[in-house]
């Protein structure tokens, strides 16, 4: 892993991206902490163009987005027109919302709307992903969902954006994951897992929680994963505080010398 594949997830930043003013100021001190590209999800409304702009003017690539689940499934043609407004061509499906993991059929209509979807992007030189949380660790009929996800979708229609936090709270192995969606993987959540001075497991910045990031890192770039972006879904204080110490951590102990 390169420095300049390490990323934000702007979701992490939600609360200073409501207004086109909140998201200069806020792009401006993600560049100063050293981040070269942002993922987006979360922001205010903004013309994509405009939006792209503002990243470009403070020279931050846009290298994938999140978006609606219920757009995913039903109008994938309008978010490659977003896509391409923004200038990327890797996004993700979120979140499987309003699908019941206790139900083959629910999953079986999850699995034929991604791959269509995904047929979608691909057809216009995109990569759509799967955005795993813990719920798809779950087993049905004696099989892993997340297995079912990727062994009924073809490799080069439904792409993995693992996230590791929620890998790891969903009993499952991050490193072994890693490999198992080598080759298309293009872009993966780093989220660290901890205990607190409370004896609760949460979200921490990379580095202050248990994850084997080196193994981790190892394992993405050996599946020739391009961006590795940060994500924190919540910060014991000032988010900028938490994502300069996961951006310091990673430059100083898993990037190349």
Request: glycine share 8%.
């Amino acid at each position: 892993m390169k420095i300049e594949q390490v990323a934000i997830q702007l979701y992490t930043l939600r609360d200073f991206l409501k207004t086109p003013e909140d998201m200069l100021s806020t792009l401006k001190r993600v560049k100063e902490i050293g981040y070269h590209s942002v993922q987006v999800s979360g922001i205010g409304p903004i013309e994509p163009a405009e939006f792209a702009k503002m990243c470009a003017g403070e020279g931050l690539s846009i290298c994938a987005t999140h978006e609606d689940s219920a757009l995913i499934r039903e109008d994938p043609k309008q978010l490659v027109e977003k896509l391409q407004a923004l200038g990327c061509s890797i996004t993700a499906y979120p979140y499987p919302r309003d699908v019941d993991f206790g139900k083959a059929e629910d999953i079986d209509a999850l699995i034929a709307d991604l791959t269509a979807a995904g047929k979608v992007f691909a057809e216009a030189g995109m990569k759509l992903c799967y955005h795993n949380h813990a719920l798809e660790f779950r087993k049905l009929d004696g099989k892993v969902i997340m297995e079912r996800i990727y062994d009924e979708t073809p490799a080069d229609v439904l792409f993995a954006e693992l996230d590791t936090y929620w890998v790891q709270m969903g009993g499952a192995d991050v490193v072994d994951w890693m490999n198992r969606v080598a080759g298309r993987q293009p872009i993966v959540h780093l989220k660290d897992c901890g205990v607190n001075d409370q004896n609760q497991t949460g979200f921490c910045e990379i580095g202050n929680g248990n994850l084997p990031w080196k193994q981790i890192i190892a394992a993405a770039d050996a599946g020739g994963c391009e961006w590795f972006a940060v994500e924190q879904d919540s910060c014991p204080a000032d988010p900028f505080d938490s994502i300069a110490q996961s951006f310091r951590y990673i430059s100083e102990n898993l990037v190349e010398a």
